[in-house]
């Protein structure tokens, strides 16, 4: 079994930052691809950010250069910085990771963590 955990979420006025983590654990072998999720109400979930185990990094274009994702491979845990946050990014936030289990490859998601930013 693998599970996720995120913490970090809450309430932000627009322009503040929240810095969110995700923790991976369970029967792991290896971890690939890392990412952030996102889902508001009405709307379907999108990519919001993810990180490569070698670090290279893919952003959607309403976050480019407010939001940063970053993972440590050691810690099997994966972060996602928010900057200038603006009340559309609003969101449940799910984390997600291609976990290799050493019997299989799949994806992995947490519960999710609200983000809710007042204007």
């Known amino acids: 079994q693998v599970q996720l955990v995120e913490s970090g979420g809450g309430l932000v006025q627009a322009g503040g930052s929240l810095g969110l983590s995700c923790a991976a654990s369970g029967s792991i072998f290896s971890i690939n691809d890392m990412g952030w999720y996102r889902q508001a109400p009405g709307k379907q979930r999108e990519l919001v950010a993810a990180?490569?185990?070698?670090?290279?990094?893919n952003y959607a274009d309403s976050v480019k250069g407010r939001f940063t994702i970053s993972r440590d491979n050691a810690k099997k845990r994966v972060y996602l910085q928010m900057n200038s946050l603006k009340p559309e990014d609003t969101a449940v936030y799910y984390c997600?990771?291609?976990?290799?289990?050493?019997?299989?490859?799949?994806?992995?998601w947490g519960q999710g963590t609200q983000v809710t930013v007042s204007s």
């Open positions: 997600n990771a291609e976990v290799n289990t050493g019997w299989d490859v799949r994806d992995y």
């Open positions: 990180i490569s185990s070698a670090g290279n990094t």
